[in-house]
């Protein structure tokens, strides 16, 4: 083979990647908008394509935290059930109204604003983890004094970052997030048309 003819065939497999990532792009901003087009009456923020309902999973144990030390045995009891539940899980397992239409706009979010809250949710995650960790200890040891203190200084610290989630989820989108480019990242993000519009049918 000519060294031409090795340039030429470099080009063509260039232009043809090329053409497939703008074909993904459009595809990915038609689905996009295809799905905004279907959050109007729910709860899912037509802008982010995410919804706050997911940090009910959260919510719900930071009221039982601040419930504990009044009744530490009763309420230490539910908290040792909880298990953390990413987005879909959640959903999945919810009677929320629109819970097929939540994971799909969560799979096709956009992509710096999925980064920033998947981020902010582990941050949370690992805080309620910890915190559990250390409610049961302080139950078990029958320390009521120090398990009202932990207690009343990390329930605000999980509600600030409940806000901050929150914020994300209705468009707070802090500065600087890189933009996946990797092809299982697009993948995993990306729903076919097939499957949305089987929602809406």
Not at 28 to 39: I, P, Q, S
Not at 66 to 90: D, G, I, K, R, T
Not at 96 to 118: G, H, M, S, T, W
Not at 166 to 190: F, L, Q, Y
Request: charge should be negative; aromatic fraction near 6%; proline fraction near 3%.
């Amino acid at each position: 083979m000519s060294k031409s003819s090795a340039k030429l065939r470099i080009v063509a497999s260039n232009d043809h990647n090329s053409a497939r990532e703008n074909l993904a792009k459009t595809f990915k901003n038609t689905m996009t908008d295809h799905l905004r087009a279907h959050t109007e009456g729910t709860n899912v923020n037509s802008s982010t394509l995410l919804t706050t309902d997911y940090l009910n999973h959260f919510n719900e144990i930071i009221m039982l935290l601040e419930l504990v030390p009044s009744a530490p045995s009763q309420f230490a009891a539910e908290l040792a059930e909880w298990q953390h539940e990413s987005y879909e899980e959640h959903f999945t397992h919810s009677g929320f109204r629109d819970k097929e239409l939540a994971i799909v706009c969560y799979r096709n979010a956009p992509e710096d604003i999925r980064r920033a809250f998947d981020s902010s949710v582990a941050d949370l995650e690992q805080e309620m983890v910890l915190l559990l960790q250390d409610v049961q200890k302080k139950v078990s040891s029958g320390d009521t004094e120090g398990l009202t203190g932990l207690c009343n200084e990390s329930v605000p610290r999980l509600q600030d970052l409940v806000q901050i989630t929150a914020g994300i989820v209705n468009g707070a989108i802090p500065c600087g997030e890189e933009t996946p480019s990797n092809d299982d990242d697009r993948k995993d993000m990306t729903a076919t048309q097939s499957d949305v519009d089987a929602l809406f049918d």
